[in-house]
């Protein structure tokens, strides 16, 4: 499951806002706790989406962008732990291209944004090859 700080998810609401009608996208940071498989996160980082010509239903993240922000997790002594996105004018359920770059362990919260509304979202991990939709708590 997800414990996510309320403040973040205002903070990824208010990016995707911004963004519309492109797809933002990020990375969670915060912790794991392997033993009961909780994911927290304790900030947002927006990067980039690097797929300019899709850019209102596709987002792409540079390896570099990647690098970058687990080095600055690491040195908070965080990590990576999900990615985030928006869908504009679309479902808060993850596409078929997510399904295609997801990775295990990580949570993928999934924003719609509805006439530049930040609308529903859900949480979604990886389970054999297939999205399920996870638990998120507040705090
Ligand atoms: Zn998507």
């Not at 940071?29 to 690097?50: F, H, K, M, P």
């Not at 987002?59 to 732990?81: N, R, T």
């Not at 679309?90 to 990580?106: E, I, N």
């Amino acid at each position: 499951m997800l414990k996510i700080k309320k403040e973040v998810v205002e903070q990824i609401k208010k990016q995707g806002e911004e963004g519309y009608p492109y797809e933002i996208c990020g990375f969670l940071i915060g912790s794991i706790d392997y033993s009961n498989n909780t994911r927290t996160v304790l900030e947002a980082y927006q990067v980039e989406n690097r797929n300019k010509e899709r850019a209102n239903d596709r987002f792409e993240i540079h390896p570099k962008d990647y690098l970058k922000v687990e080095d600055y997790a690491e040195k908070k002594g965080l990590m990576i732990v999900g990615i985030y996105h928006t869908h504009p004018d679309h479902p808060d359920r993850p596409s078929q291209t997510d399904l295609r770059f997801a990775q295990p362990d990580m949570s993928y919260i999934i924003l719609s944004v509805k006439d530049g509304k930040a609308d529903k979202w859900r949480s979604w991990e990886l389970v054999g090859d297939r999205f399920e939709e996870e638990g998120v708590e507040l705090i």
